[in-house]
């Protein structure tokens, strides 16, 4: 809405006055209507939570499918115009399953697979997915036993010193925790092993941290956890582009991060079988059991779906905010994921309330739900590989709500140039900002956003210790008996999502961290353990940098992840995730681990931070962001 002034007489003058009036009116109407976190509804979203999580969301199944009907439907009732985007990606399910005892005479002892529910919670015995692995190997493998703790690189390089060649064929049972299970499959693999069990050990989540469902929160010695043992993050066969139709795709065996050799997870019981009568010992080795094991797959491609709910911002369209959950999940995953789930849909409903009173967001709002998440992000990264270009040119946040109500414990994390709208949400909604708000890890989908778009992202929610993580017993029951039963917790975090979001979209709030992303890259090349001559050409951009973004603030700073991005459309140079982990200046620090020459990685680095200097900072044409940052 504009005034015009301008040479009126003085009559038109009167008529100006009252249309001012009348303006301040329709602008003060405008903002009465704005979303309010206090219309957000514990109640609400209590129910959402029953809704969403009455059977298990493995991406692909058609209960997957009527979680994303029902998101899509809730969109549009609240006004939104709703997108699904689906991609066929490859999500072998898991067809059948053994795993048997071996005696000394050859006879068999097959050891039960499945996860016992709880009397107490009738859908923690229903329709359950199979204990699983995602994206593990198919086939059988056969031998004895080797205990290899956590499963870390640096464990299996002792025992493979200590045991020699005898570790070749040798199945192994690696305790669940530390770092992310797809990296102890692999690591197994390397080491010779041919098969690898993922075990819950009750100290980590279990009876040893206090008591089990349905007494108390924690993982009973039948719980198991699932989850994906990928190393790489969308649709293994389309590593960097998107699984649209018609595009290429690889075979199988020539796909990177899959691993090579079967695996399964199994309960605390069945690793006290294999473990035998002294339970599990103080240090690595040999157990005294032999096995086989056996994974069934059908490999054929699934469809997976992401619901998007659009509103066109009334000032700035092309300046995108986006928040998101990802939809599926391996049980009926109330916490994981049901919670951020019903967050974005409370969010959709808050907003599609104001939109009837006549409110508008001055940036474009997109709310979104993803699919196959657990399996390594993929329906996020389809989505992001598929709109890269548009996404450079627009997108000014993406905020991300993964398990946002497992615990009371609030946190959160983000890129430099969310710090500022994330402190002042979180102050405004009476919460205790953290005192290290560093950038995400991975294991979730804003990971795609950061890393292949370049784009500030955020994550946040209330955590803390259960033992339902990935289990069929994660239902509506352990919320409403243990972790949340009033459903303030969900409601505590929807209500920060729809500030943070109703912040981001006011054409106003400027996302800026340049100058703090530029002091945490010279900390973490501080530490990256490499004398200083060698990365002297970087430092000296990363100090050039640093004044000229002091001297002339950049009209739009929250573009400046994307100038790292390689000219390749590969990963950004600057920040990315491994695992649950994460690193600077990732291509620098893995050939350091590597033991390869470093100089190529600094170089290319380099080279980034002379396009952020004179095309980002020094140069008034925007519109050149937009193009991925090769020349
Ligand atoms: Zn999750």
Redesign the pocket.
């Known amino acids: 809405m504009s005034v015009h002034g301008g040479s009126l007489a003085p009559p038109s003058a009167i008529l100006l006055g009252n249309t001012v009036t009348l303006a301040c009116l329709l602008l003060l109407s405008l903002q009465d209507a704005a979303p309010r976190p206090d219309e957000v509804s514990a109640e609400r979203l209590h129910a959402t939570l029953i809704e969403l999580c009455a059977e298990p969301r493995l991406a692909g199944s058609p209960a997957s499918r009527r979680a994303a009907d029902y998101a899509a439907q809730v969109f549009f009732a609240a006004g939104m115009r709703v997108e699904e985007a689906r991609y066929g990606v490859h999500l072998p399910r898991q067809t059948g399953a053994e795993l048997a005892l071996l005696d000394a005479r050859g006879g068999r002892v097959p050891l039960d697979l499945t996860e016992a529910g709880l009397a107490a919670d009738p859908l923690s015995r229903r329709a359950q997915v199979p204990p699983m692995h995602g994206l593990t190997a198919a086939g059988k493998a056969q031998g004895r036993v080797v205990f290899a703790g956590r499963g870390t690189r640096e464990e299996f390089a002792e025992l493979r010193t200590r045991l020699g060649d005898a570790l070749q064929g040798s199945i192994a049972l690696v305790r669940y925790g530390g770092l992310y299970r797809g990296l102890k499959v692999a690591n197994a693999e390397a080491a010779g092993c041919t098969g690898a069990l993922l075990y819950t050990d009750a100290e980590d989540d279990g009876a040893g941290r206090g008591a089990v469902l349905p007494d108390g929160p924690y993982r009973p010695e039948s719980g198991i956890q699932r989850g994906s043992v990928f190393n790489g993050d969308g649709d293994p066969l389309t590593p960097g582009w998107a699984s649209v139709p018609g595009a290429r795709r690889l075979a199988p065996n020539a796909a990177p991060g899959l691993v090579q050799i079967p695996s399964l997870p199994l309960s605390a019981g069945n690793a006290a079988r294999l473990f035998g009568p002294d339970g599990r010992p103080e240090r690595t080795g040999w157990l005294e059991a032999r096995v086989s094991m056996r994974v069934d797959q059908d490999p054929a491609a699934v469809e997976i779906v992401d619901v998007l709910g659009w509103i066109e911002g009334a000032v700035r369209p092309d300046e995108w905010v986006l928040l998101g959950a ?1 939809r599926d999940s391996w049980g009926p995953g109330a916490t ?2 049901g919670s ?1 789930t019903s967050a974005v849909l409370e969010v959709a409903r808050v907003l599609g309330a104001a939109m009837e009173r006549g409110w508008r967001p001055e940036r474009t709002l997109v709310l979104a739900t993803w699919d196959a ?2 399996w390594g992000l993929v329906g996020s990264t389809e989505w992001v590989e598929q709109h890269r270009g548009e996404l450079r040119e627009k997108a000014v946040a993406y905020l991300n709500m ?2 946002v109500a497992s615990g009371a414990e609030f946190g959160a994390s983000c890129t430099p140039g969310l710090v500022a709208a994330l402190e002042a949400a979180c102050t405004a909604e009476g919460l205790a900002v953290p005192a290290q708000l560093g950038v995400p890890g991975g294991g ?1 989908d804003h990971v795609p956003f950061l890393e292949l778009a370049g784009v500030e992202v955020a994550g946040f929610g209330f955590h803390g210790s259960n033992g339902v993580y990935h289990s069929a017993l994660d239902t509506p029951f352990v919320v409403e008996t243990f972790l949340d039963p009033d459903f303030t917790i969900h409601a505590r975090a929807a209500r920060l999502a729809l500030r943070l979001t109703m912040d981001l979209a006011n054409a106003d709030t400027r996302v800026d961290g340049v100058p703090a992303w530029i002091l945490q890259a010279e900390i973490a090349l501080a530490e990256i353990g490499l004398a200083p001559p060698q990365l002297a050409d970087l430092a000296a951009r990363l100090q050039d940098l640093q004044r000229a973004a002091a001297a002339a603030p950049p009209a739009a700073p929250h573009r400046f992840g994307r100038c790292f991005l390689p000219a390749d459309g590969g990963r950004s140079l600057l920040w990315r995730s491994s695992g649950y982990a994460s690193a600077w200046f990732p291509e620098v620090a893995a050939a350091l681990a590597d033991g390869t020459d470093p100089a190529p990685s600094i170089a290319r680095a380099t080279a980034a931070l002379e396009r952020v200097g004179t095309r980002f900072l020094g140069v008034a044409d925007q519109a050149d962001l937009s193009r991925p940052s090769g020349r």
């Open positions: 990802h994981d994921n951020g998440e657990e993964d398990s979730s």
